[in-house]
């Protein structure tokens, strides 16, 4: 609440009859000529002003914004709520139960501990495509979500009922980021305030990265840890600097053939090349007016994938007809439209603003793409595909030639996919498929595989055995929606067929998505290929893929096969989608439709049939590829503002499941000790109200020594628990079998699941390990420990639980992009909780680098055109760190001094290495919550 009024900005707009105040920015020198998102930043900080953490010199210093000049000036932006999904939710809701414990402990009263900021959040995450190309596969995976996820749902019910301005979207509705710009989202937020109504722009902060997606409808918003989203419930504003502004200019219109995936691919890849970490970027010109609003939130959606912290556009009539599609009444869209003018946000793309850097794309110019095997950012022309993938697969393929028949027994029973078999051809369903998966003859692995039902076929490095449309970046976009259901409809009316080892999968942003394809009868048209929906919600995207074809599955790790997945999502990170799939790629929904029916990356759409029709003439892509018009039509006649308004009449209600599941009461939560999913958290275990002074590092262990893009799925996987591993002998036992497992995500209200699994990923290069194998890098959660005796390889986890039982501090040694993906908190919780108080790389993601300092970690960086392998370091060293205690005197160090000496493991003849390491903790409040030991610890001591 604002408590100063420094430059008269308080002031009223009326609409209709209604009366709300507002803050002018128009009363700040300066506003007219900043970017979109700075001015809405300017009325932010009009409205919070207090003289204390928002001052008048800080909003002075936004009117007169230096475009050109690197950021310096620090702020403190108040979203106007939070947004979360379940796997970054649930431990939210737990750390805030367990600060309700801690303020008891301490003398406070725990109903203190509330969100002061509106919280909602949308339970998407936890669904599993377990079954699917089936008619119940949808009804029978909400069943198992529902069985595996009893426990949690619980403890979300008892949040709903203990908290106040905390509402649940319950499972089986959407996805978060569609159920944000369907409907949750007001671009301008009203609210009463001391008893007066006040409008102001809607603004949020969300647990998942992909929040910037309701940048598309110009909410200003970006995803954060769950650890920040902790505060800002609690009334924290979020500390940052005024950011550089990309300005990216539109012009022209989508040609025919090219889709909003092609143009989000595009962009992604021009902007991860200029780079934008950390910045805002901001769509302006004549070409924005012809993004439609779903092409809009596709390219917001995708701003984590090119590292900036926004994506914006403006409000104009785009956003005004959005709203009214969506069911959004008239006094809504009248307040949009009158406030957006009335401060100078709304969209004129005849005046000129002044931005910090400028990029342009022609729209006309954009051509079909898709983007991998393992990063977001590495587009390639879909022309080009074939060749790219011949050149990547070497570095994934093992060549070993064979020709055994794998037979299993399966659940799931596909028609044989000869492309030369006539429709109603009868010896189609029994004689061998001659059509193997395809791939160059050097890394050919062809394995002879018989389905128990069905024809033989052969399956190779490069086959496509995962087809998903899935994703919030294009379930929620209606042209490429119903483009891959016109394709699978002219696919099928020639006759052609997904492959048989081809999993597929739809699951659909919202059940209004279902609506306009019942409404079109284009689901029929898409099951008939197998992509039946498996729920609503984030699947394949997230790691939630399930099994693939049992005796595919054999196949592929009996025989070490390469095989790839196509989704139409936004992650394609390296152990993420299947623990059985090595490549994935990111492509259009129709272009994953076309991807099943083609069976693998071995295949030039240009060049390369992909069946024949009935009178045996091939067919090809530009043969069933749909027309613009085509799908504008079915858009024009199947969707409508009534089924937003059916669809969300009822979304906090759930089914009969949600409202029957048993729900704890009271203020204070009762944890379960036997639980393996909720369990209080430790991070106040011994706090007490003083602080514990800030404290060198010295004889530290290096844990990892990592490479380039490191993500937070290396070190905080979502998906699978693997057997063997310490999460899974955890697990077994408390009780847990294997099959209930479920994913890393789903039990991140459990640290002891979490603490195991954190540098756990499959795919994990620790380059420490090479020196105990032969100079080879084993991949998985492995490093050194240098406890035992010749330092032998071991788990991460048994290592850390060694080094803490010694009191020896570890760090982690990281490349450039350490951090990139997901705004995971866990993936800082975890580092925090095995004992690592420094991770030193080249360069860091925006969301992980502030969540370190948020669980007390330090994050340096190497002197600038330095690794740790240009220094000569290779993680056998002792390491100390100096300079840090100068936070204890109210200073932060720009530089810290590193001092690695070699130990008893080191090669002979290793000499010390000293540099000075910059020191990432960026602004005067996050060296408060660093001095603070975390965020959560600052917040708890302000609450008290």
């Known amino acids: 609440m604002s408590t100063v009024d420094s430059f008269g900005a308080k002031s009223t707009l009326t609409v209709g009859s209604t009366d709300y105040e507002i803050f002018r920015i128009d009363t700040v020198e300066g506003y007219e000529k900043l970017p979109f998102s700075l001015k809405v930043l300017l009325e932010n900080l009009l409205r919070t002003e207090d003289g204390a953490n928002v001052t008048k010199a800080q909003i002075q210093a936004l009117g007169s914004w230096d475009a050109a000049a690197e950021p310096d000036t620090e702020i403190q932006f108040t979203p106007a709520r939070v947004v979360m999904q379940d796997f ?62 009893g426990e949690r749902y619980q403890f979300l019910r008892w949040g709903q009922t203990a908290f106040d301005d905390f509402k649940v979207v319950p499972p089986g509705t959407g996805i978060v980021h569609q159920v944000n710009i369907e409907h949750l989202a007001k671009v301008i937020y009203d609210r009463s305030v001391d008893g007066v109504l006040r409008a102001y722009p809607d603004t949020c902060v969300g647990t998942d990265s992909h929040t910037t997606m309701v940048n598309g409808l110009g909410v200003l918003g970006w995803g954060v840890g769950g ?333 070490d096969l390469a095989v790839t997945a196509v989704l139409s999502g936004n992650r394609n990170f390296e152990g993420r989608i299947s623990p059985d799939v090595k490549m994935n790629y990111l492509a259009s929904p129709p272009l994953v439709v076309a991807y099943a029916l083609a069976g693998s990356m071995h295949f030039d759409f240009e060049t390369d049939p992909l069946g024949r029709d009935a009178d045996g003439n091939d067919v090809f892509l530009k043969d069933i590829w749909p027309a613009p018009d085509e799908v504008q039509e079915i858009i024009d006649s199947s969707i409508s503002r009534e089924q937003f308004i059916t669809q969300y009449a009822t979304v906090f209600e759930g089914d009969e499941r949600w409202k029957n599941l048993p729900t704890p009461t009271g203020p204070v939560f009762a944890w379960d000790e036997d639980s393996t999913y909720v369990r209080k958290a430790p991070y106040f275990d011994g706090m007490t109200m003083d602080l514990t002074p800030v404290s060198d590092i010295r004889g530290a262990r290096v844990m990892a020594a990592l490479g380039d893009s490191v993500t937070t799925d290396h070190i905080s996987p979502a998906g699978n628990i693997k057997a063997g591993t310490p999460a899974a002998q955890y697990l077994t036992e408390h009780g847990v079998a294997q099959k209930d497992f479920n994913s890393y995500g789903s039990r991140r209200g459990n640290h002891e699941v979490m603490i195991r699994g954190t540098f756990a990923n499959i795919r994990l290069k620790n380059e420490l390990v090479a020196a ?71 360069s860091f993601e925006r969301i992980h680098r502030s969540n370190l300092i948020g669980m007390g970690v330090v994050p340096l960086q190497f002197p600038a055109g330095e690794s740790w392998k240009s220094l000569g370091l290779d993680g056998t060293e002792v390491i100390s760190i100096t300079g840090l205690e100068q936070l204890n005197e109210g200073v932060t160090p720009k530089t810290v001094r590193v001092v690695a000496e070699p130990s008893e493991f080191s090669p002979a003849g290793k000499e010390t290495v000293e540099f000075d390491a910059t020191v990432r903790i960026d602004t005067p409040g996050e060296a408060d919550y660093y001095r603070n030991g975390g965020i959560l610890q600052y917040v708890l001591r302000s609450l008290v």
Not at 90 to 100: F, G, K, N, S
Not at 102 to 124: C, F, H, Q, W, Y
Not at 335 to 360: I, T
Request: aromatic content about 6%; overall charge negative; charged content about 20%.
């Open 88 to 149: 970054t939710g649930v431990p939210c809701i737990v750390d805030l139960a367990t600060m309700r414990e801690a303020v008891t402990a301490l003398g406070g009263d725990p109903k203190r501990i509330n969100p002061l900021s509106p919280a909602e959040m949308v339970i998407d995450h936890s669904v599993i495509a377990d079954l699917f190309g089936r008619e119940d596969a949808l009804e029978r995976n909400v069943e198992i979500e529902y069985e595996r996820n």
């Open 227 to 559: 650890i920040e989203a902790e505060a800002a419930m609690l009334g924290q504003p979020v500390s940052m600097l005024i950011p550089r502004v990309v300005g990216f200019k539109l012009t022209g219109e989508i040609p025919a053939g090219v889709t909003a995936t092609d143009v989000v691919l595009t962009i992604t890849d021009m902007l991860r090349k200029h780079g934008v970490v950390g910045k805002f970027v901001e769509f302006y010109g004549e070409g924005v007016a012809s993004v439609p609003l779903a092409n809009r939130a596709t390219i917001g959606n995708m701003s984590p994938e090119f590292g900036s912290t926004a994506a914006m556009f403006p409000i104009d009539d785009v956003t005004l007809e959005y709203l009214r599609l969506t069911g959004r009444d008239e006094q809504t869209v009248a307040l949009v439209e009158a406030y957006a003018k009335a401060q100078s946000l709304w969209h004129d793309p005849s005046r000129e603003l002044v931005f910090s850097e400028y990029l342009e794309l022609d729209l006309s110019t954009v051509v079909p793409s898709i983007a991998g095997p393992k990063r977001p950012q590495d587009r390639i022309l879909l022309s080009e595909a074939k060749a790219q993938f011949e050149k990547d697969i070497v570095g994934y393929a093992s060549p070993s030639v064979s020709n055994d028949i794998v037979d299993l027994e399966s659940k799931h029973s596909f028609p044989a996919s000869d492309p030369g078999a006539a429709p109603g051809d009868e010896e189609s369903e029994t004689r061998e498929v001659h059509i193997s998966s395809g791939a160059p003859a050097d890394v050919s692995n062809p394995v002879r595989v018989t389905p128990p039902t069905g024809s033989p076929y052969t399956l190779d490095n490069g086959a496509v055995t995962l087809a998903a449309i899935t994703s919030c970046t294009n379930t929620s976009n209606p042209s490429v929606m119903i483009a891959a259901g016109l394709l699978a409809r002219k696919a099928r009316e020639k006759g052609l067929k997904q492959k048989p080892w081809v999993k597929t999968t739809l699951g659909p942003g919202s059940k209004v998505v279902t609506d306009y394809y019942e409404k079109s009868g284009l689901d029929k048209d898409l099951e008939g290929l197998g992509f039946y929906t498996v729920g609503y919600g984030c699947t394949i995207c997230i790691g939630n893929s399930g099994p693939l074809i049992e005796e595919v599955s054999a196949a592929i790790n009996e025989h």
């Open 772 to 842: 105990v194998n032969d100079g080879q890098v084993i991949e998985g959660g492995y490093t050194r420990d240098f406890t035992l005796e010749g330092g032998p390889q071991s788990f991460i986890y048994d290592a850390s639980m060694n080094y803490q039982a010694q009191e020896t501090p570890l760090v982690i040694f990281g490349g450039k992009e350490y951090g990139s993906g997901s705004s995971r908190d866990w993936a800082a919780k975890g580092t925090r909780l095995l004992g690592v108080k420094a991770v030193i790389t080249e």
